[in-house]
């Protein structure tokens, strides 16, 4: 009889979102040598025979977690077979200022974070205690672009974190680039948002606000788009800027450790995070500047083997072996 092991997720299938690819996509590298079940909320009907949960955000997913320790016991170096996965905002904002977040943290047996420069925002006591699973995906044919237009598009819903005001102040700025076509693909967790989104398109008919949309389908997207902008104020290692490096789609990303962690210090593709002018001056030199996406095109391409499939599948079936031995 396979181990069980249990993925708390604060989203599932519904939400459509980067919490929930990841659980789906741990199912999946798991499956073949554990019984694997996601679940919003635990304990469940069968959480009995629980080995290893693997609760991914730390401020959402603490009630979970505190049942867990509370069921195995808690001691210093973490509760049995209990990993906590920390989001941008677990990073960036709540293990500073919730206390549910911070408790999550010193119940966790191992920490992971999604990228390198994760471990830096956490407490110099956790490091050790604190592995990087870079997130994958598999990759895609690069597509030929069209030459009459630059198609900037932007993956993310509509809340504060992703900052899609940056991305609507751009398209003001760019009023009289009417080459430069945006498109924005989330949907309005924030209503204020939405209607801004709609009123942005109302004003500047070269953005186009598309709401949410099925996974493959915004994959297509990003596949079909001269860049990904890529506007987030706090990102734990977003699913979108690999998809389009493994797409042949470059990205300009705002200058944050989530984005820096994935692309790499020495990328020539960031803006300040808030500032629309310089995302405009980037989108700019996309359009206008021979040489500067392809430049782009070639330092993404440089990182995609760091998203592939196995090294994920390696360090994850790692970690849960791992959890599974250092029970007592």
């Not at 191992?110 to 407490?123: F, I, K």
């Not at 450790?257 to 960031?270: K, S």
């Not at 989108?283 to 440089?302: N, Y």
Request: contains cysteine.
């Amino acid at each position: 009889m396979p181990q069980r092991v249990v993925i708390v997720s604060p989203a599932l299938s519904d939400a459509n979102n980067g919490n929930w690819q990841t659980a789906r996509r741990w199912q999946g590298f798991l499956q073949s040598q554990y019984a694997v079940r996601i679940v919003k909320a635990w304990p469940d009907e069968q959480a009995q025979d629980d080995a290893v949960m693997l609760a991914l955000h730390a401020k959402r997913s603490a009630p979970a977690i505190q049942a867990w320790a509370q069921r195995h016991g808690a001691p210093a170096e973490g509760s049995p077979g209990l990993g906590v996965v920390l989001t941008g905002t677990d990073l960036y904002r709540d293990i500073q200022e919730d206390a549910s977040a911070q408790q999550s943290l010193r119940l966790a047996r191992q920490l992971v974070v999604l990228q390198p420069l994760g471990v830096d925002a956490l407490p110099a006591d956790l490091k050790a205690r604190t592995r990087v699973i870079i997130q994958s995906t598999r990759s895609r044919q690069a597509q030929t672009k069209t030459q009459r237009h630059l198609r900037a598009l932007m993956v993310g819903h509509l809340r504060a974190e992703k900052d899609p005001q940056t991305l609507m102040a751009c398209a003001g700025l760019l009023q009289k680039e009417e080459h430069i076509l945006i498109d924005h693909v989330g949907a309005a967790l924030d209503d204020t948002l939405g209607q801004q989104a709609r009123h942005t398109m109302q004003t500047h008919p070269h953005y186009r606000w598309l709401g949410a949309l099925p996974h493959e389908a915004t994959r297509k997207r990003i596949a079909a788009a001269h860049v990904l902008v890529h506007a987030s104020r706090m990102e734990g290692g977003a699913h979108v800027v690999m998809e389009a490096v493994c797409s042949g789609t470059p990205v300009i990303a705002s200058r944050i450790d989530g984005n820096v962690g994935m692309l790499g210090a020495d990328y020539d593709g960031y803006f300040e995070a808030g500032d629309a002018q310089g995302l405009a001056q980037c989108l700019k030199r996309a359009a206008h500047e021979r040489g500067f996406l392809q430049h782009l095109a070639r330092q993404c391409a440089l990182r995609a083997p760091l998203f592939a499939p196995q090294a994920e599948r390696s360090a994850l079936l790692d970690l849960v072996s791992h959890l599974i031995h250092k029970r007592t």
